[in-house]
Structures are given as C-alpha cells and as structure tokens.
C-alpha cells in the first residue's frame, strides 16, 4: 500500500478510536482517563497495533487493555462501519506508561530550582 495512504488510514483508524473508546461502557475502561499513544498498521491492513496510555499509571492501562481485548470484536465492527475499509484489521492493545512518564519528567523540571541570571542582563546595558 502506498505510505502516503496507509498514513491516512492510520490517522483515521487513530481519529476513530478515540470516538469509539468514548462510547464503551466497560467500567475497566471507564474508570481511567485513556490515551490513544499511538496506532500502527501493517503495510497488507491485517493487523493494527494501539499503543494506550493511561493517565493514573501502567496498571491502570494494563486493566484498560484487558478491556479492550474483551471489547475486540465490537470495535473491529464498528470501525469497519465508520471507515467503511475493505479488511479491518485486527487490533492489538498495548499498555505503556508514556503519560506516566511524561507527567514525571514535568514534575521534575517543575521542581528544579532555576533563577534567571540577572547579572548578565546588567551587563548587556
């Protein structure tokens, strides 16, 4: 498939997600704030790999995934409606800890104590 159109598909399948997680009324999905990392498909469209992130930690988006898996086939059905794509592909939910870990390196930074040098403003006068 040409790049350019499996770029499209990608951020399609990536803009549909994001509305379908929404409407999913499982609590293991519901209890935490879910991010959609980042989506991967394969060059044939048989697989789809989501990349989720949860907002309270990597625990929280391995018990999301667990629910997505469940929700697998429900999913599956409704993007293929929505994009309306000749081969859905399988989709493979994969728990990591980017927001975790970017909300951290904030705190980190937010806790360093950086004074502006002044001194040098002085001297540039």
Do not use: Q
């Not at 048989?46 to 992130?53: A, E, L, M, Q």
């Not at 994009?83 to 493979?92: F, G």
Request: proline letters at 2%; glycine letters at 4%; aromatic letters at 6%.
């Amino acid at each position: 498939m040409n790049s350019h159109k499996l770029g499209r598909t990608t951020e399609d399948i990536k803009r549909e997600l994001t509305a379908i997680f929404r409407e999913l009324k499982d609590p293991r999905i519901k209890a935490c704030f879910l991010s959609i990392v980042r989506v991967e498909v394969t060059n044939d469209l048989s697989y789809c790999t989501v990349y989720i992130s949860a907002l309270e930690g990597l625990d929280a988006a391995k018990n999301a995934a667990k629910g997505l898996v469940s929700a697998a086939g429900f999913i599956r059905r409704e993007l293929g409606l929505r994009l309306r794509l000749r081969h859905v592909p399988e989709l493979i939910f994969t728990p990591t800890d980017s927001i975790e870990y970017s909300a951290e390196i904030s705190r980190i930074l937010n806790s360093l104590d950086i004074k502006e040098d002044t001194d040098e403003e002085d001297n540039a006068d």
